[in-house]
């Protein structure tokens, strides 16, 4: 049986899980095919437990570490209440159909309402279909005002 959980940063074990998942998400293409840095591994569980507006969610399969959810509060300025970004998404492929990420979403989304949130937001890349027809079906979709000015797009410049 899956078993979800909210991540505690100052567990080691539940530290050494979350690199480890997010280091297999970012060597998988969806993630950018390269693995994390030795400065990403040695830094991040600080980096998110010193940050109160971070959290993250882990799927265990018995013993097994099999998925993970990072998330940022954010500031949705028009509604004056927070909001909650999923960073990241992570099921192992030898875990995926089996609705584990449906329920790593429903945990966001109570911690989401918790805290208090009018709205969960996420990026998703345009050819992760398997991705975007998930989120569509967990109620997900385009961000738009006026339909007239179309949906948004997320850009990033990186600073070095």
Known sequence: MTEIVRARYDDPAHAAVLVELLDAYARDPAGGGEALSDFARDNLVGELAARPFMFSVLAFDGA?????VNAIEGFSTFACRPLVNVHDVVVLPSHRGRGIAAR?????EAIARERGACKLTLEVLSGNSAARGLYEKLGFDDY????AMGHAQFMQKWLD
């Open 144 to 147: 738009r005002l006026d339909p």
């Open 64 to 68: 097994s570490p099999v998925g993970l």
């Open 104 to 108: 790593l979403f429903a945990e966001v």
